[in-house]
């Protein structure tokens, strides 16, 4: 074989590595309704609200499911009223323990939080969104 098709053979297997790469890799995207404060999260597995600051780790959330589901999926995050179905922690101001399964979400008010949905290894998907002043949070485009 000439160098051209020991080069053209190598070609094929990178584009058909990268083609299988791409197939093979999990979604882990969410979206989030401001109106409903709900979150959509394709396919669950954890998932984070913290305030986005170094020193500031009050009002925020772990949240995984209780129970691994078989098939993939959507998953509904209601802020205001968290299903029985998530396992939840949350950290809040002048309590020295973390709260387990809390009924609602309480955010800081006029805060920037980051939001994370971490799938298996080291993927996941990352979002910005700002709290006004009653603790609503507030779809954000882009991160500062």
Do not use: W
């Not at 094929?12 to 969410?30: G, K």
């Not at 029985?84 to 973390?98: G, H, L, W």
């Not at 080291?122 to 954000?140: M, P």
Request: net charge negative; with cysteine.
């Amino acid at each position: 074989m000439n160098s051209k098709n020991i080069q053209a053979i190598k070609n094929r297997i990178i584009l058909v590595t990268i083609v299988f790469t791409l197939c093979a890799c999990d979604n882990h995207d969410f979206t989030f309704d401001e109106e409903k404060q709900t979150f959509y999260v394709y396919d669950m597995l954890s998932f984070y609200i913290e305030p986005d600051g170094e020193k500031e780790l009050f009002y925020s959330y772990d949240i995984e499911l209780k129970e691994k589901k078989k098939e993939k999926g959507i998953d509904t995050l209601d802020l205001n009223n968290i299903s029985s179905k998530y396992q939840v922690e949350a950290c809040f101001p002048n309590i020295d323990t973390v709260v387990n399964n809390p009924k609602r979400a309480v955010l800081a008010p006029d805060t920037r939080y980051r939001v994370l949905h971490m799938g298996m290894g080291r993927v996941y998907g990352v979002k910005y969104y700002q709290t006004d002043s009653t603790g609503k949070l507030k779809n954000e485009e882009e991160p500062k």
